[in-house]
Each structure stands twice: as structure tokens, then as C-alpha cells.
């Protein structure tokens, strides 16, 4: 009889790696799932831990934070272990990442401190690196948009210090986002252009398509609707293909601004009442805050103030929880303008169902 060579876990990984860049979500999960399978002798914990923590970020990006929250958790223990400093670190940045997106700001503050000690303790300038640019993203968030720039600045030096061109790109992303909510469009436009070139260049499909969204973002701000409309059908069908919620969630809101701003006022509004489903399923607190923002816009260019009235309140409450004090301070500068009318209590936001045009599982 013949004998089965046994698998590498270690190549098993690689190959999950390489599937994760080129946009092939289920056969990465797959090869995660095989490697962790064949690592349950433990013989290897910090490989162990690397791939849970991998495969946790895989389903993170597509939306599914319970899931990624899980194996951050399982990952950390096996990083405890193994004592190896820098595990651990990845893991609290994982987990600081979780408490962000769920609105548990005090939480990620700690985590992200936890995290950066413990790699400064390692040496590892490439995560110290990827915290810097998260903790950017926690105070653009929370409106310290100078302090913001300059933590992604010092992430950027970082990554190009050692090399690390996926990093870059993921950090000239949250460049441009911040660009555009300055109001600083042909610089955001330049800085995500970069970015979306060296995604390219490197055959990384997914950094690719979240660029060229954040990209249609600047273009409806200055009124190149056509090429916003573009990227953002383009963006939308990447994402569907792969599997990835998140995206998909985000390129839906895209695509009511751009159906505002061509005055397809009812399908803007159909468009977000998805967006707003998928935003609460993905635990997203920031997106459904600006998704309900969006919702109050087309509901006053309606001139339905009550509907309005609603969504803003909602998404300003979001806003504060969040310490998002920018996004909070506009939205009630937006309820200002509304008349005082009498209004009924019960909001049309999530319902009547909407139409099921869009490919999307409802999740309910």
C-alpha cells in the first residue's frame, strides 16, 4: 500500500494566505479550517494561533464579528501558551479592532494600549506599526482629525520602513477618508488613486475594491457622478463575489448617495433600508450611523421631516455613543433646520421589506 504523505499544516497556511489576496474567501476559510485541523496535536502553537487569528480576520472583513471574535479569543489562548509576546499583541489588536467596530470605545482604547506595549516589548515595528494606523482610525472616529493624520502618518513611515506595501495601501485608505471628510477631495482623490495602484500591482483584489469605493466617495463630493456610479457597481460586484458583506453594506450606501444626487429619491431610499438591515446584522455601529444619516438626507429631500426627524435622531444618539463628536455635532445642526411638527412614533426606516433586487440574504 501506498502511503499518504503527511500535510504541512505550515504550507496549508501559505496557500490560505495567497487565495486570502487574490479575493478567494471560501477556499481560504477552507485551507484555514485544514490547517487548523492538522495543527490539533498542539505541536506548533504559535502556528496554531497565527492561523485562528487569520482566519478570524477573514471573517471579520466579511462581516461576520461574532465568528472573528471567537477565533481572536482562541487564538490568544494558544498565544498565551505559547508565550510568544508578539501572538499575544497581534491578538489584542484583533480584539481592540472587535470592541471598535461593536461601539465599546473605552474597551478598544485598552486593548490597543495592551497591544502596543506588548509589541514595543517585541520589537515588532511592523504591528506597532498597524496600531499607530489603528488607533488613527479610533480618533478620526472620534473627530481628533489632526490627531488622526498624524498617527496614520507615523503608520505610513512605518510600513515603508519595512516594506510592507500591503500596509501602505491599507493606510492611504484611511488617508483618504479622512481627506474627503476635511474636505480636501483632490488629495483624498490622489492619495486613494496611490493606494488602488499599488493594491493592483500587487493582485490584491479585496484593498483594491475598498479603495475604488472609498475613491467613488470623493468623486459624488465633487460631482463626477458617472465615475462614482463606476467604481461603486464595481466595488459591489467584487464584493458579492467573494462573499463579503461588509463591502457590499458600505458600496450600498454609495450607491443611495449617488441615486440622492441624481434625484432617484425612492430608490435611494429602498437602497439604504437594505443597507441599514445588513449594517445592524454586521454589528457595524459606525456604518449604520451613517447609513441612517444618509436616510434622514433623502427622507428631507422627500420632505418627509417626521422620517427625518427620526433617522437623524437615531444616527446622532449612534454618533455620541460612538464619540464621534464631528458626525454628532453636524447631525444636530441638520435637526435644527427641520420644522417642529407632530409626528407619529412609528418609522418606516427598516420596513416594508425592500425589494430583493440586490442579491442579498436578508440575515434576519
Known amino acids: 500500500m501506498m502511503q499518504t504523505e503527511p500535510v504541512d499544516p505550515r504550507k496549508l497556511v501559505g496557500l490560505a494566505r495567497e487565495s486570502e489576496q487574490c479575493g478567494n474567501t471560501a477556499m481560504s476559510l477552507g485551507l484555514y479550517e485544514q490547517a487548523i485541523g492538522c495543527l490539533a496535536d498542539e505541536k506548533d502553537l504559535a502556528l496554531l494561533a497565527d492561523a485562528l487569528r487569520w482566519k478570524g480576520t477573514l471573517h471579520r472583513e466579511q462581516g461576520d464579528t461574532e465568528t472573528a471574535y471567537r477565533c481572536y479569543k482562541q487564538s490568544l489562548t494558544y498565544a498565551v501558551?505559547?508565550?510568544?509576546?508578539?501572538?499575544?499583541?497581534?491578538?489584542?489588536?484583533?480584539?481592540?479592532?472587535?470592541?471598535?467596530?461593536?461601539?465599546?470605545?473605552?474597551?478598544?482604547?485598552?486593548?490597543?494600549?495592551?497591544?502596543?506595549?506588548?509589541?514595543?516589548?517585541?520589537?515588532?515595528?511592523?504591528?506597532?506599526?498597524?496600531?499607530?494606523?489603528?488607533?488613527?482610525?479610533?480618533?478620526?472616529?472620534?473627530?481628533?482629525?489632526?490627531?488622526?493624520?498624524?498617527?496614520?502618518?507615523?503608520?505610513?513611515?512605518?510600513?515603508?520602513?519595512?516594506?510592507?506595501?500591503?500596509?501602505?495601501?491599507?493606510?492611504?485608505?484611511?488617508?483618504?477618508?479622512?481627506?474627503?471628510?476635511?474636505?480636501?477631495?483632490?488629495?483624498?482623490?490622489?492619495?486613494?488613486?496611490?493606494?488602488?495602484?499599488?493594491?493592483?500591482?500587487?493582485?490584491?483584489?479585496?484593498?483594491e475594491s475598498i479603495l475604488r469605493l472609498n475613491l467613488a466617495e470623493a468623486w459624488v463630493a465633487v460631482g463626477k457622478l458617472d465615475q462614482?456610479?463606476?467604481?461603486?457597481?464595481?466595488?459591489?460586484?467584487?464584493?458579492?463575489?467573494?462573499?463579503?458583506?461588509?463591502?457590499?453594506?458600505?458600496?450600498?450606501?454609495?450607491?443611495?448617495?449617488?441615486?440622492?444626487e441624481r434625484g432617484a429619491l425612492d430608490s435611494s431610499i429602498a437602497t439604504l433600508r437594505i443597507g441599514i438591515r445588513e449594517a445592524e446584522v454586521l454589528e457595524d455601529k459606525l456604518l449604520q450611523a451613517e447609513m441612517l444619516r444618509e436616510f434622514g438626507e433623502t427622507s428631507s429631500a422627500l420632505g418627509n421631516s417626521s422620517e427625518a426627524r427620526r433617522a437623524w435622531r437615531e444616527a446622532a444618539e449612534s454618533f455620541e455613543g460612538l464619540e464621534a463628536r464631528h458626525e454628532a455635532a453636524e447631525i444636530n445642526a441638520l435637526l435644527a433646520t427641520l420644522p417642529t411638527t407632530a409626528e407619529r412614533e412609528v418609522s418606516t426606516m427598516r420596513n416594508p421589506s425592500p425589494p430583493a433586487d440586490e442579491g442579498l440574504s436578508p440575515n434576519a
Open 228 to 260: 462614482a456610479e463606476e467604481a461603486c457597481t464595481q466595488a459591489l460586484g467584487s464584493a458579492r463575489a467573494r462573499g463579503d458583506q461588509l463591502t457590499m453594506a458600505g458600496a450600498l450606501k454609495c450607491r443611495a448617495r449617488i441615486e440622492r
Open 81 to 207: 501558551r505559547c508565550g510568544s509576546v508578539s501572538c499575544k499583541a497581534h491578538c489584542y489588536n484583533c480584539l481592540a479592532i472587535i470592541a471598535q467596530r461593536r461601539g465599546n470605545l473605552n474597551e478598544c482604547e485598552r486593548l490597543y494600549k495592551h497591544a502596543a506595549d506588548l509589541a514595543s516589548k517585541a520589537g515588532d515595528i511592523r504591528l506597532l506599526g498597524i496600531i499607530e494606523h489603528n488607533r488613527g482610525v479610533l480618533m478620526n472616529m472620534r473627530g481628533k482629525l489632526a490627531a488622526a493624520e498624524v498617527r496614520y502618518a507615523s503608520s505610513l513611515n512605518a510600513f515603508e520602513t519595512v516594506g510592507d506595501d500591503q500596509a501602505v495601501s491599507s493606510v492611504l485608505n484611511n488617508l483618504g477618508i479622512l481627506y474627503t471628510k476635511l474636505g480636501h477631495y483632490q488629495r483624498a482623490m490622489e492619495t486613494l488613486e496611490r493606494g488602488s495602484e499599488i493594491a493592483k500591482a500587487r493582485q490584491d483584489s479585496v484593498i
